[in-house]
């Protein structure tokens, strides 16, 4: 970790309507160059935990802290920067399947190059820097394919080419390998281990398999009943600290049940 926290959550409280606490009192911080794994069963609050950061979820008492931009009070026009500012890889990929691999990369760059894109004008430029994330990726040259042609691993490549196309100061991946085979899993988690890495950007991944949460995070952030249990660097963490946060689940990607782990069961280390 170097330089000041790029996201700082602090005692975050969210509800939807007049429904239960999804999260409570959670506490979370990015740092440049970090990939970040975050953990627990369905229901846990790891996607509402995501979308606070984006400003799609209430905010009912905490502070969030996003790329300097305190998100509780932030105006409409300063929200879409924000959102701009962070990177996001989704599950189903989110692609425009007729249309060319480059072009979806390419909207990645419409919030920084302006109305004219809309109308299909990219700059010379921005085509360049497509095709440049592209052979990052590994993909350069499926460029004029449709991206419904592609692969699951090879669309999620797409998806990493499109969020990086905006220049985000951070990457937000939900669930991103759970409709992969096992050995795109950990292809598309080292590429995303080496964005962090290489470009200083931090990464939250959401993830529901533990050996790969494991092998491919520097920390751990573990969520159950919309609390932090776990908080602490992954080579100090092993399967069974992280027992605590499937505890009485059948599986850890099955739906918790309604006993609330106790408070002395936190695994927490900020060494």
């Known amino acids: 970790?170097?330089?000041?926290?790029?996201?700082?959550?602090?005692d975050l409280r969210v509800a939807y309507g007049d429904g239960p606490l999804v999260l409570d009192g959670v506490?979370?911080?990015?740092?440049?160059?970090?990939?970040?794994?975050?953990?627990?069963?369905?229901?846990?609050?790891?996607?509402?935990?995501?979308?606070?950061?984006?400003?799609?979820?209430?905010?009912?008492?905490?502070?969030?802290?996003?790329?300097?931009?305190?998100?509780?009070?932030?105006?409409?026009?300063r929200l879409r920067d924000v959102r701009a500012s962070v990177g996001q890889v989704f599950q189903q990929f989110n692609l425009v399947g007729r249309l060319s691999v480059l072009t979806n990369v390419l909207t990645g760059s419409l919030h920084d190059a302006g109305p004219i894109n809309l109308a299909g004008g990219f700059s010379s430029a921005h085509r360049r820097r497509a095709m440049e994330l592209l052979d990052r990726v590994g993909i350069a040259h499926k460029a004029t394919d449709q991206a419904r042609s592609l692969s699951g691993g090879q669309q999620q490549r797409v998806a990493i080419a499109r969020a990086l196309m905006q220049n985000p100061r951070i990457v937000l991946a939900d669930e991103p390998v759970a409709s992969l085979d096992p050995r795109m899993s950990h292809a598309v988690l080292e590429l995303l281990h080496d964005i962090a890495r290489q470009d200083g950007i931090p990464v939250l991944v959401s993830l529901h398999v533990l050996p790969l949460a494991l092998e491919h995070s520097d920390r751990i952030v573990g969520l159950r009943h919309g609390e932090v249990l776990v908080s602490a660097p992954t080579d100090r963490l092993d399967a069974a600290a992280l027992d605590v946060l499937y505890a009485h689940d059948e599986t850890p990607d099955g739906a918790h049940d309604d006993t609330h782990p106790r408070k002395a069961d936190r695994v927490d280390d900020h060494a």
Request: hydrophobic share 40%; aromatic share 4%.
């Open 1 to 10: 970790m170097t330089g000041p926290a790029l996201v700082s959550v602090r």
């Open 27 to 77: 506490d979370l911080d990015l740092f440049p160059g970090e990939m970040v794994a975050l953990l627990g069963s369905s229901g846990s609050g790891k996607s509402t935990l995501m979308r606070s950061l984006t400003g799609f979820a209430p905010i009912n008492g905490g502070s969030v802290h996003v790329v300097g931009h305190d998100m509780t009070n932030l105006p409409r026009r």
